[in-house]
């Protein structure tokens, strides 16, 4: 089975950088994922990693060890507009079955 | 491609009433899945088909949840009876499978109330 474990809330402060992590422990893996997801609206893909190390993609980073069951989503230059939950997922070898961590609750203040 | 369609957006019935909630997925997408989400239980796998055909019901809460498949575009989740217990977001997602874990794409949603 699948157990994945993350923050419920955090919060940060514009302009500033913020770290949510994910642990989690599978029976198959077939990569990390994350989404965000703005309250009342539908999870959106945002990175993806299947190899050790790090992901950029502009002010969003995602990190994976898959050694120590751990990826971390690293967020720069906060805006308000990245008030919003990040849910982890972690990919089954059956299919293309995803299993998503209880989500992080982010609150970006000014 | 207009995304992952689903409909009705908003759903508000009586305790024994049946449900039912339609997608569309993204064209030429192979893998469709429905899951429910809630403040409680977070977002939960309820079933996922491959090309049309269910792999996976695990997730479904009991049998007065099924659901169908009948063509590449088109699937429906039906309860019955409701309960207010089933009372959260359903969303449908649609993904394309090429080998490694593939980015499944979310449609925006039916909230689901159950009174």
């Known amino acids: 089975g699948q157990n994945i474990d993350q923050p419920t809330e955090m919060t940060a402060t514009e302009g500033a950088i913020v770290q949510i992590n994910c642990t989690y422990q599978t029976s198959g893996f077939n990569g990390l994922f994350w989404y965000q997801q703005h309250a009342g609206e539908a999870p959106t893909f945002l990175s993806y990693?299947?190899?050790?190390g790090l992901e950029e993609k502009g002010r969003f980073s995602s990190f994976l060890s898959r050694s120590k069951g751990y990826s971390y989503l690293l967020l720069k230059e906060l805006q308000m507009k990245d008030s919003a939950s990040y849910l982890c997922a972690v990919g089954n070898n059956a299919g293309n079955m995803l299993t998503f961590g209880g989500g992080t609750r982010l609150m970006v203040k000014p | 491609d207009a995304g992952v369609i689903q409909s009705p957006r908003h759903e508000v019935t009586e305790m024994g009433q049946e449900v039912t909630l339609r997608c569309k997925p993204i064209s030429g997408h192979d893998y469709l899945f429905w899951y429910r989400q809630t403040m409680m239980r977070g977002l939960e796998l309820l079933i996922y088909?491959?090309?049309?055909?269910?792999?996976?019901d695990s997730g479904m809460p009991e049998d007065r949840f099924s659901a169908k498949m009948p063509n590449a575009s088109f699937s429906t989740l039906k309860i019955q009876p409701s309960e207010p217990r089933d009372s959260a977001v359903y969303f449908c997602?649609?993904?394309?499978?090429?080998?490694?874990?593939?980015?499944?794409?979310f449609g925006p949603g039916t909230r689901l109330l159950v009174l």
């Open positions: 990693n299947v190899l050790d």
């Open positions: 997602a649609s993904s394309l499978y090429r080998g490694w874990g593939e980015t499944q794409y």
């Open positions: 088909f491959n090309n049309n055909v269910p792999i996976d």
